[in-house]
Each structure stands twice: as C-alpha cells, then as structure tokens.
C-alpha cells in the first residue's frame, strides 16, 4: 500500500480480495462469489468538494468505501486536491461516504464493472443550522417521551431531537440547509408533519400542540376447525386506505386476544399468524381477517372512539416447504450460500392472478447455510422461487418452481393443509449469455447423453430430462435436422435437471435430431428423437361456464358447463375461493363453506377428448359471499314449574350441526342473573312468574339466531 501526501495526485489505497460482507447497494458486473478472486477489478476515485464555496476541493475529508467484497470497510482522507484513489477494487457493489466535521456526511452508490476508472463526485454542504421549538398537548400540557424527527424531503433518514430537562423542548442542530419535513409524534396523540425550507447558519422555532389519538379496542377469539382456541397466534391490527399498521397482540392459552389503543378508522382489518411456526410444524394457516389470502379481499370494520370491535376467525393448518439455495458462480464451482440468504419468494394464485404471499414470513439459514424455509401457506396453488437480490447479487438471474425464470414461467404447485414440501431446492446461476446461440454443425453431433425420446404436438411443450448437475446451467434446444431453435434463446436448466421448452408452428411436423446444447460448446450436451406431430385442434365451448345458485354459506352452488364440440366431450370440475382451490370442490355441484364467507367464488372446468387439446374455461366470479342462515326450531322445556325443581331445555334440530349454544334463562322476559347452563334449579323468586329460556346458536360463517322457548304451561307454582 503506498499513501503521498505531497502532491495533486489523489491518495490511493490497494485493496485486498476478502470473504464475502452485507452489502448496502448494488453494482452491475461481474461479481464472483468469495473466497475466489472476482472476476475483475477496477479504480474508484472519489472527489469532494464544498457545496457552499462553488464546489472547491476539501481536504482532509474521511472517505469510506464499503462493498460486498470487503470485510469492514477501506478508507483514509482526501489530498489537498479533494481526491481519493481505490485501486485494484473487485467488481462488485459499493457504497462510498465522505465525512468531515461540521458538514453533513451523505453516502453514494457506485459502479464498479469494469477495468476503467469509476469517478463519484461527493458534495458537502456546511451543517450549521437546525430547528428549536415545543411539543406539547392540546392544553400545552408535557407528553410523555415526545418525538421529533427531521428529514431531507424525499428522504426517509434524517435526525432525532433531543429535548431539555423540561419535556418540552427540543433541539436538533448539525443540519445543513434545504427543505425538511418535521415529524412530531407522541404515544397517544396524534402525530403532525410539516415542510419547512432551512436557511445556513439559522435555528427556526416549530412549535407544536397535538392532539389526543381517539382510541377504541379490538379483541377476539382464534380457533381451529373443532372450535379450540389457539394460543400463540400473532394478530396485527391493519389499516387498508392508506395501509399501514396499527396494533399488534398475541392469543393467549385460550386463544383469546385483546389489543388496547388502536387508533380509529373505518377501515381496519386483521392479519393472523402462527407465531411459533417452527416449534408447531406444521404450523397454522396464514389469513386475513374474513379467512382472506389478500388484504384487498379482506373483511373491514370499524374502530370508534372507547367502543370495542370482536373479531373471530378460525384457522386451519398451513402448508410449510424447506429447501436449499444454491448460488453458482459462471464456472459452476462456487458456492455463494450464507446464513444471510434471503428467504424464498412466494405467490399464491388470487382473485384470477398471482399475487405475493406475504403475511407469513419465509425463512432461510434455518439449520444451515443456503436452507430455507416457509410456514403458514394455506391450501391452494403457488409459485415458489428465489428471487436474487439485485443489491446483493446483480448478476444472478432468479428462478422458479419448474425452472421458470419469472413468476409467469413459473410451474404452480398445489399444497394441501398440514403438508410439508420437502426439497424445494434453487440453483441460481449467473446470468444468461447475452449473445444469441449457434447451432452445431453435423460434425459437431457426436457425443453428449442419449436422451429419452420426445413426441410432443405444434404449440405444445417438450419436457427434456438431462444430468441433474446441470441445473442452473444455460442451455440452448434444437430441432437439429432443420436446424431450428426451441423456444426462447437460452433456457436454463431446473432442478433434477428439468428442461421445459416450446414448440411452436414454426417446427417442421416429422421426425427431427432433439440436441441440447451449452454456451460456446463444439459437441453437444445430450442428443436424442424428436416427433413433432400436427398442433391438436382446439375444442369450442360457449358460452363460459356459469354458476347457479344462492351465494350464501350453506347454500348449493351449481355448475353449468356449458355447450361444448365436438360432442363426446368429458369434464373435469374445479372450485375457487378468490382463485384458490377449495378442498373437496371436484363435482359439478359446490356447498359454500363458512371458510368462504365474503370471497368471490369461480369454477374452473376443464374440458377433455381424445384427439384434441385440453381446454380449460373459467366462469365469472359471484358476488361475495353472504352469511349463512342457521335454521332452528323453537327450544323445549321439560320438568316440573315448581320451586326446588330443575327445568332442562332441549335445543332441538339446527343445521348447520356443528352449531354452538349460549343459554339465557329468562323471569318474565327479563334474563335471570348467573342463568346460563341448559338447566335451571326453580327458586322462591320463580314463584308466580313465567320461567322461558332463550337458546342462540352460533356458527363460524352464520348470523347468529336465538329462539325462545314456548310461554305456555311455564308459570312456576310453590
């Protein structure tokens, strides 16, 4: 390392190749994965200059250079010239920052791709200004733990006040000039923002008076299917316009929850999660309120002033998958797997479209190096993937279930309640060459694996199996014999060494050489038969199919399929809640459960015949769904109406039959204190009077009814 001081010529540092660090931006280019050496190295020379004195140089100004492929960070101070020089810096994504008393210390991203000289310019601005002023209540009363925070406007960092000794003064100062917003905050009270430009070398007053946060309280009950609570569920209170949270509780051993102090709105709705997923496995399923996979679907209600909102919900067992990450560098050799690998990237098939997973967490470093894990995925169709972070690794391409490359590619799975998907692996390979394939010539044919032969139709799919090591390698598919291409200009292999690629009209019919091939390769990867029939003609359905019946819970839904040609054709039948199968939804007819209470149902028909492509229609969506009706009959009475004696009631018929009772017993209409069992002992205050019973029912996805027993014969006696 050479450090000079005397003269123009900017300080450099050499930088050594280090083990892999976090890193706080991303940089495009040829990043190799630690231990080996990257695939390049570059010059960064960082220059920094007085924003306030006509950008001049700034000597002696701390610069810092931190990056992926740094432990720590490098750095040391700026010439006379207000330069300094990185050599021999890797290729990868970096952050510099530039620092010096008295001005303000801001931070840039830089690029670093290349054997050229990457010049970042940094400007300091003189920190000499800063806010004073109160916070107080609306009667200029001292909060408690009062809060102010200033930011650059359009930035999400800035500076935390200090207050006097006398809680309500505060103080910020270090800031350099420009437009700010203010924040001023207190634990019940509401919170006040407002821009305000600062001048150099000012301190303006901001006082502020808030107002009392109105406040209500949501509590509830969590159970499963058999209607027990559940304990450790973590609920968070949400608002859905604009969205943001609210409150969050845990149930406790009963499964019962109650959360103080929620801010009112009229738009609240709550997120549910095992939170002890890993301890529970498998772990319970992951909702919105009204058993919802999406918030915009989610059931709302209100939060008042000192009013009380009771929300239950019963949840069901979630599906959990485990797997493990693999980052290969170009060669194939490195493994760039850490305990910080980002959790796996999760959609669930919505509302006719594929939309995050995202009330439980995903996991990853969970019993070792590359592992990662989810929990909490309630029955329906998914698409699993790993998503390479660009500010960690922008050259890494993602990849999903099936060897997609994108959520759209991607192969949907389906996970049923309680399953554990084991082996849900990535490889994740630098990125795709970016020049276009060549085909081999005919001396080039020989060798490679003898692959399987494929029929496939025109405009169908050919699924091809090579050497499992190959995932997350680049490949490229032809019909040899034309030559023409398959599908898109490179495909990279799956795990197991799954290949899907198209073939379209433009793939002569007949019989053809299937040859896979790598980047730049002179023989081929595996080789094998390839027919390539007539595309299969299509079936005719009209119109879509349409669903019968009273959208309500407990009511019978019908499909019509409707009219299909040729004739002869078979069905197979599909339910959807917002898009996800429902269990046990495989017949032309659907009883709507109370799971789909204020969802949109669909059905999915699939039409096949020999001969003939599959076909699959999709009928509009009804409306959400209704709360069901519990029927009833009237409650019986049985015993002797004197007192001493004991009257039992007798509920009767109700349906749906998992229906739960509450009991009230009534003295002349009025309820009787402490009276709530199906059996009343008749006291000396019963005498002369009517003794009735008021018998509720209650089930999840119903209004609840109550019913009250017959007036006549009721009279007591002594």
Do not use: C
């Not at 709360?627 to 004991?646: E, F, N, Q, W, Y």
């Amino acid at each position: 390392m050479s450090l000079r001081t005397d003269s123009p010529r900017p300080r450099r540092r050499l930088l050594a190749l280090v083990a892999l660090a976090t890193a706080t931006v991303w940089v495009a280019g040829g990043l190799a994965a630690a231990p080996a050496l990257a695939a390049g190295s570059g010059t960064v020379v960082v220059t920094v200059t007085d924003g306030s004195n006509s950008d001049s140089p700034l000597a002696n100004v701390g610069v810092e250079l931190s990056g992926i492929n740094l432990v720590g960070a490098a750095g040391g101070s700026t010439g006379v010239d207000g330069s300094y020089e990185f050599d021999n810096v890797p290729f990868g994504p970096y952050t510099v920052f530039a620092s010096l008393d008295g001005y303000t210390a801001p931070g840039d991203s830089i690029v670093v791709d290349s054997i050229t000289i990457v010049r970042p310019s940094i400007s300091l601005l003189p920190a000499n200004s800063g806010f004073t002023g109160t916070v107080t209540g609306p009667s200029g009363e001292v909060l408690s733990n009062p809060q102010v925070f200033a930011s650059k406007v359009g930035s999400t960092s800035g500076a935390v006040t200090s207050f006097d000794p006398d809680g309500k003064t505060f103080t910020i100062t270090g800031l350099a000039a420009g437009s700010y917003t203010l924040y001023a905050s207190a634990v019940g009270y509401i919170p006040q923002t407002r821009e305000v430009d600062l001048a150099a070398n000012s301190t303006p007053e901001e006082d502020f008076s808030l107002a009392v946060q109105p406040v209500g309280t949501v509590t509830g009950r969590v159970t499963d299917s058999s209607g027990h609570g559940i304990n450790h569920i973590a609920v968070s209170v949400l608002s859905t316009a604009p969205y943001g949270g609210l409150g969050q509780g845990e149930t406790d051993a009963d499964g019962n929850y109650t959360i103080p102090n929620v801010a009112t709105t009229t738009n609240a709705t709550l997120s549910f999660f095992d939170a002890e997923p890993q301890l529970r496995n498998p772990s319970y399923e992951a909702l919105y309120l009204g058993r919802a996979a999406a918030i915009q679907d989610a059931t709302t209600f209100d939060i008042t002033d000192g009013g009380i909102a009771t929300e239950n919900i019963h949840l069901g067992l979630g599906a959990t998958i485990t797997g493990h990450v693999t980052m290969l560098a170009a060669d194939g050799s490195v493994d760039l797997s850490t305990n910080d690998t980002p959790g796996p990237t999760i959609y669930q098939f919505v509302d006719g479209s594929w939309v995050p997973f995202v009330i439980q967490s995903a996991y990853a470093g969970n019993g070792g190096p590359g592992d990662i894990s989810a929990f909490g995925m309630p029955p329906g169709s998914y698409k699993i993937g790993y998503v390479a972070d660009p500010s960690y690794y922008p050259q890494f391409t993602s990849v999903f279930t099936g060897g997609g490359s994108s959520v759209t590619s991607a192969i949907p799975i389906q996970v049923t309640a309680g399953e554990l998907l084991y082996g849900q692996n990535f490889t994740l390979s630098e990125g795709a060459p970016t020049s276009a394939p060549t085909p081999l010539s005919d001396d080039e044919l020989s060798g490679g694996a003898s692959l399987d032969g494929t029929t496939v139709n025109q405009n169908g799919e050919a699924t091809i199996t090579v050497d499992p090591s190959l995932a997350g390698a680049w490949v490229s598919t032809w019909a040899h014999s034309t030559p023409t291409q398959l599908g898109s200009s490179w495909v990279q292999v799956g795990a197991g060494g799954i290949i899907h690629t198209a073939i379209g009209s433009e793939v002569a019919l007949g019989d053809h050489t299937l040859v896979v091939q790598s980047e730049g390769g002179t023989s081929p990867i595996a080789t094998g038969a390839l027919t390539v029939n007539a595309a299969l003609p299509a079936l005719q359905t009209t119109p879509k199919p349409t669903i019968s019946g009273s959208v309500k819970v407990g009511r019978m839904l019908t499909a019509k399929s409707g009219t299909w040609k040729p004739t002869g054709v078979k069905f197979i039948y599909q339910w959807r809640a917002n898009g996800i199968p429902v269990p046990g939804g495989a017949a032309s007819t659907y009883r709507v459960g109370p799971a789909d209470r204020g969802k949109r149902i669909t059905v999915a028909v699939t039409g096949y015949l020999a001969g003939h492509s599959v076909k699959i229609e999709i009928s509009n969506a009804t409306a959400k769904v209704a709360t069901g009706t519990l029927t009833s009959v009237t409650p019986k009475v049985t015993g002797t109406h004197r007192v001493g004696h004991i009257l039992t009631v007798t509920v009767g018929s109700w349906k749906p039959t998992y229906t739960g009772f509450t009991y009230t017993w009534l003295r002349n209409g009025k309820a009787i204190t402490g009276a709530k069992t199906p059996s009343y002992t008749l006291t000396s205050k019963d005498k002369g009077k009517e003794i009735t019973v008021k018998v509720t029912g209650i089930a999840v996805g119903y209004a609840t009814l109550s019913k009250t027993s017959s007036t006549s014969k009721s009279r007591v006696s002594s």
